[in-house]
């Protein structure tokens, strides 16, 4: 029995779950329920209107007896292409979009009931009716130029115009968009024809602007990178020239040295001969006229070789130094012809070279001027303390010097005496070889050649000696004293 009645209560449970589920009717969020079969109030609407709407909630309908249809709140979209003729004759073609609903309101909601509930695909076309013949009638009033320029005045005069018919059918307006406004007869392009050629105008003249402009940067640019070079080029011309400069001077500088040292050597030189030019004079003074003759000879000698030698090397300096200031001022005319500046600066270089190898030649020259003099005062100091010797020898023994010079010159007094017999064939002599040496002594003291060359010996000495004798008479005493008595007479 308990069974029973749990199977009853269990079986009256079920049965009451499935009515339940058959009459719980749910409407969803974009939906509306439109529940027909009896007379109910809606709720916001006046009068009864025979169906029921239901929003966003679940409720109860009694089957076989009420009718639940659904009745769609999502948006909906109808697509706009309508031909239209402006208010200046021009046809135009209007493309556009609108985006519509059913309202929220029980008022919208039942009349687009009434309107479209079985015919819910309808609604595009319908709307579609609508706002073509409101556009027609507002592209009608307006120009071309007007629905360019303010295309949003066209859509909300056309919103506007059928947003009452809109609010009969129970659809409102979320959005209502003019795509394309298209112009068969060309009109929008050759309206369009003015603007765009001054507008290529403009772009040219503004892509002929850029160019010119990025034209000047570029030629500036250049130029910049022209006088950067330039710069370069001079200072490194410059920096070459202070180099050849300084290595001018450099080569200079040992001539200079060597032309300076020269000098003190020359002075010291000139000391020596100084010293030896008085050491001689003692000799002199000692040895007489021979020795000190001979080294006058050596003194002078050595002098010339040394001047000589002086001057040779003086002169191959210069002209050495002339050569290479020859080839660097050519080098520097060559290397001037590729750049002006180049050129300024090499001629300043060319210039101190020269300057500094005019001063090299000046020294030089002044070293040779300078030696020749020494040499010249030496070998002067020398013959003069020669020929004072000579005369302080004369001074104190004359018949010594004059034995000494005839004695160096016997040879060519004998021949010179010899030759007044030359042309005598025969010799007839009575006292033998007495008679030969007398005769021999008269033909050198009598005026003859003999006599001749001694007074040429003799004619610098002193008139007198100091026996009173003149120099003819110490000539023929001292050549009769000295010829030798020959045992013989010859040819």
């Not at 920096?239 to 300076?260: D, K, V």
């Not at 020269?262 to 004079?281: F, G, M």
């Not at 002078?300 to 191959?316: F, G, H, L, N, Y």
Request: aromatic share 2%; charged share 25%; net charge negative.
């Amino acid at each position: 029995m308990l069974i029973g009645i749990a199977g009853a209560v269990v079986a009256a449970i079920v049965v009451l779950i499935v009515l339940f589920k058959l009459m719980w009717r749910v409407a969803e969020p974009n939906e509306a329920l439109i529940i027909s079969g009896s007379k109910h109030r809606s709720e916001g609407v006046a009068d009864g209107l025979g169906f029921r709407i239901v929003t966003g909630r679940g409720t109860l309908v009694t089957p076989g007896v009420q009718v639940v249809r659904k009745l769609s709140l999502d948006l909906n979209e109808a697509d706009l292409d309508v031909e239209c003729v402006t208010s200046q004759g021009i046809p135009v073609h209007v493309k556009g979009v609108v985006i519509f609903k059913v309202g929220d309101d029980p008022v919208s909601i039942a009349n687009a009931a009434r309107r479209f509930l079985d015919q819910q695909k309808m609604m595009g076309h319908r709307v579609h009716n609508v706002f073509a013949g409101h556009l027609r009638s507002i592209v009608g009033g307006l120009t071309v130029e007007d629905m360019i320029r303010d295309r949003e005045r066209l859509t909300g005069e056309t919103r506007a115009a059928s947003g009452s018919e809109m609010e009969k059918l129970g659809l409102i307006i979320d959005s209502l968009q003019i795509q394309e406004i298209l112009d068969p007869t060309g009109y929008i392009q050759n309206l369009a024809a003015p603007h765009a050629a001054a507008v290529q105008r403009d772009a040219r003249i503004a892509a002929a602007e850029a160019d010119r402009r990025a034209t000047e940067a570029e030629q500036e640019a250049f130029a910049r990178k022209a006088e950067a070079t330039r710069n370069s080029g001079i200072q490194q011309a410059g920096y070459q020239a202070e180099m050849e400069t300084a290595t001018a001077r450099a080569m200079q500088a040992g001539p200079l040295a060597q032309a300076a040292s020269r000098q003190e050597v020359v002075v010291q030189e000139t000391k020596v001969a100084e010293l030896e030019a008085h050491r001689k004079e003692q000799q002199l003074q000692a040895d007489v006229r021979k020795p000190a003759d001979a080294r006058a000879y050596e003194t002078r000698t050595k002098a010339q070789a040394d001047r000589d030698a002086r001057i040779s090397a003086a002169e191959a300096l210069a002209r050495e130094t002339e050569l290479k200031a020859a080839a660097e001022a050519n080098r520097v005319k060559i290397a001037a012809n590729a750049e002006a500046e180049a050129t300024r600066a090499r001629g300043l270089a060319s210039a101190e070279a020269t300057k500094a190898t005019g001063q090299a030649e000046a020294a030089a020259a002044e070293a040779k001027g300078l030696a020749a003099a020494e040499a010249a005062r030496a070998l002067g100091l020398a013959e003069a303390e020669a020929i004072k010797a000579r005369a302080s020898a004369l001074a104190e023994n004359q018949e010594a010097v004059v034995a000494q010079q005839l004695a160096e010159n016997w040879p060519e007094i004998v021949r010179a005496g010899a030759e007044a017999f030359g042309n005598v064939e025969h010799m007839v002599l009575l006292n033998g070889a007495e008679g030969m040496g007398e005769m021999f002594a008269k033909a050198l003291t009598m005026g003859g050649t003999g006599l001749g060359l001694a007074r040429q010996l003799l004619g610098a000495m002193s008139p007198q000696n100091d026996a009173g004798e003149g120099a003819e008479q110490t000539a023929q005493r001292v050549v009769s004293q000295a010829i030798p008595v020959q045992d013989n007479a010859k040819d």
